[in-house]
């Protein structure tokens, strides 16, 4: 696997200023934590999953944060106000509409604005390794090359994830496919990615997921990846959360 990082980290390697943060769903896996808050306002470890997020952003040097908002919306937004001293907090409201990750990406575009930036989903827990992740993805983006770099984790090492991978690499550190029916994929994607504003365009009405600007880099040639070194939680049901406790009591 060591392969994978012969990409050349890129000089004076900037991380992008702005986030956008999932944060709109049901959280139905959830349940029943999530019958009366939404799942990123569920507590790990003492402290919610959105926070976990917003520390490592902090961390990372990001400037300001968009959070969409859907189910108990308004918890959401009463939990960010308490994080605008540290990170700039703009909310894209959806309580109208669900739309999904992609969709969410969509209705936020214009918050985006014309620079790469993270994508980040605000249930995922995850631990820096002997570096910062974020920091580790902004040092392989290659804008010439890339239209998405995903943060990946070998399927190995995906604590309390019950799933069967995502994505093949090649050497380079380029993905080059899905998982197959039946198959096995060697890493799992754990919601953290470097986006160009390049991928939103053609949408459908509606909402729909990622997947879709995910697909077209990968038929481009412009879906890359990097190996988290640290630890991943898929924190997505109670049983994970008491998991994951375990697992980071004894660190």
Request: net charge neutral; glycine share 8%; aromatic share 6%.
């Amino acid at each position: 696997m060591s392969a994978i990082y012969s990409l050349r980290p890129q000089p004076d390697a900037a991380v992008p200023e702005t986030a956008m943060v999932m944060a709109a769903g049901l959280g139905k896996r959830m349940r029943p934590l999530t019958a009366t808050r939404p799942k990123p306002l569920v507590e790990v470890a003492g402290k919610t999953l959105i926070d976990h997020t917003f520390d490592h952003l902090r961390s990372a040097g990001v400037k300001r944060a968009i959070v969409n908002v859907h189910y108990l919306a308004d918890q959401m937004e009463a939990h960010l106000r308490a994080r605008a001293s540290d990170i700039e907090v703009l909310i894209s409201d959806e309580r109208k509409q669900l739309m999904e990750t992609g969709g969410g990406i969509v209705q936020a575009r214009e918050l985006i604005g014309e620079q790469p930036f993270l994508c980040v989903n605000s249930d995922n827990l995850w631990i820096d390794g002997p570096v910062d992740a974020i920091r580790a993805l902004a040092a392989q983006w290659d804008d010439a090359r890339m239209d998405a770099l995903l943060l990946l984790v070998p399927l190995a090492r995906a604590n309390c994830h019950k799933g069967h991978g995502d994505f093949r690499l090649d050497a380079m550190g380029r993905i080059t496919e899905r998982r197959k029916p039946g198959r096995l994929a060697p890493f799992v994607f754990i919601g953290v990615s470097i986006l160009s504003p390049r991928l939103i365009r053609d949408w459908p009405e509606g909402p729909f997921s990622t997947n879709l600007f995910f697909n077209r880099a990968l038929e481009a040639g412009r879906l890359w990846g990097v190996v988290h070194q640290g630890l991943w939680f898929d924190v997505g049901t109670p049983a994970a959360v008491g998991a994951a406790e375990a697992v980071l009591a004894e660190m």
